[in-house]
């Protein structure tokens, strides 16, 4: 590998995907693969081996001399992978990359289902810095369905209340939400409802997107709704780039009732990817959450 050929930090979509409402920023991840194996994942279809984790190639090296070029936007780790597989507890890869972006001064937004991220604590309540959590329901058996070897619901939430109790700005995704699996309105209310009591930052959420590969692992777990989301994403649903969707009027339905529960307990909102009017937060990617600290 010619060292002059090697970045790791990238500018994130660069495809400009249509219903992308991101602000502009970077996206970098510490390690290629990821061992939570959700079966809604989207990596699949991109990465190679996508369920082996391994660490960047002298990542920290090579990121420190791409953060001295960058201009001075928000970076997002990681959005192909989760900054903090079991390896990191040792090898402490992410901690690095978060002191570095400490050192050189960027915004960082952390997307993880790991509750390790709290170990962390210490640095990112002292920069400009959230944490976005997923959450795709606090069942912990429909959980360990749809995310097998991501730690479970509680201890997620434990990192959450950990996180919040330093001052650390916290978001949930509560996403993907799929139809007929975890849309019901005993899951979005509850959902919510824990949310809103623990004092989240914001929630986005989003449905679920299917391509052939993550729709094949989706509906052999689920098989009695297989028929339904076939109906769903493939005859009644709309296509995005290559992407399905479920039907607008479907979408719109769903989220709207995750709008609405958030708004009762007061948390901005928005949704990620899906061209809908119902956001009340300020960014769709809770980076405000991350530049606004520090500022008085
Ligand atoms: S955490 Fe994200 S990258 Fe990892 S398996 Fe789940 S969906 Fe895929």
Not at 222 to 237: H, N, P
């Amino acid at each position: 590998m010619n060292h002059l050929s090697v970045r790791y930090l990238h500018l994130f979509d660069p495809w400009n995907f249509p219903l992308c409402t991101c602000p502009r920023k970077y996206s970098v991840d510490p390690y290629t693969g990821c061992e939570h194996r959700c079966i809604y994942c989207y990596i699949t279809s991109y990465v190679r081996e996508p369920w082996r984790v391994r660490p960047k190639k002298d990542f920290l090296k090579y990121f420190e001399r791409d953060l001295k070029r960058a201009a001075k936007l928000p970076v997002s780790m990681s959005n192909s992978s989760d900054p903090y597989p079991k390896m990191e507890e040792e090898l402490r890869i992410t901690r690095g990359a978060i002191s570095l972006l400490k050192r050189y001064d960027f915004p960082l937004i952390i997307l993880t289902k790991s509750d390790l991220v709290s170990r962390d604590a210490d640095i990112l309540a002292d920069m400009m810095s959230a944490v976005a959590i997923t959450l795709t329901t606090t069942d912990a058996e429909l959980a360990r369905k749809l995310e097998p070897f991501a730690p479970p619901p509680e201890r997620r939430i434990k990192a959450i209340e950990i996180l919040k109790s330093r001052g650390v700005p916290v978001i949930v995704r509560f996403d993907p939400i799929i139809p007929t699996i975890n849309d019901s309105e005993e899951n979005i209310r509850s959902m919510v409802k824990l949310l809103g009591e623990i004092g989240v930052d914001q929630i986005i959420s989003s449905t679920y997107k299917a391509k052939r590969d993550n729709f094949l692992r989706v509906s052999g777990v689920f098989k009695s709704k297989a028929d339904k989301l076939l109906e769903i994403y493939y005859k009644r649903g709309e296509v995005v780039r290559g992407i399905r969707y479920a039907p607008r009027e479907l979408r719109f339905k769903i989220l709207l009732q995750v709008r609405r529960e958030a708004d009762r307990y007061g948390i901005p909102f928005s949704v990620c990817r899906e061209g809908l009017p119902l956001n009340t937060a300020p960014t769709c990617d809770g980076t405000h959450l991350a530049i606004e600290r520090f500022k008085e």
